[in-house]
């Protein structure tokens, strides 16, 4: 799953929940029902499991282009910058 695919893969959680939990809710009161309302949202958090959890190929619609090993043999990584230790210490009087 490549980073947009995520985000998106996020984005459908949120709404799904959101929806089945106000579906659920209204379910459940207009029946008086919370058994009804339970397994209706149950359902939805499974339903929605369902969509978002695997790597389905409408998440993959824009992969990473990664760099080929002899490529990056290339380009060495950047190095941390040495700290000096030559500061003087300031001495309260």
Same mark, same amino acid.
């Given at each position: ?11 459908? +959680?949120? %709404? ?8 659920? @809710?209204? $379910? ?5 029902? /919370?058994?009804?309302? +339970?397994? %209706? ?8 499991? @369902?969509? $978002? ?5 409408? /998440? ?34």
């Amino acid at each position: 799953m490549d980073w947009q695919g995520q985000k998106q893969a996020e984005l459908w +959680m949120q %709404i799904l929940l959101l929806v089945f939990s106000v579906v659920a @809710l209204a $379910t459940g009161y207009i029946i008086g029902s /919370f058994r009804m309302m +339970m397994l %209706i949202y149950a359902g939805g958090v499974f339903f929605t499991t @369902l969509l $978002t959890v695997p790597n389905w190929p409408f /998440f993959n619609r824009h992969p990473l282009k990664w760099l080929d090993p002899s490529e990056a043999e290339k380009h060495p990584k950047p190095q941390k910058a040495v700290v000096s230790k030559d500061k003087k210490k300031s001495s309260k009087k």
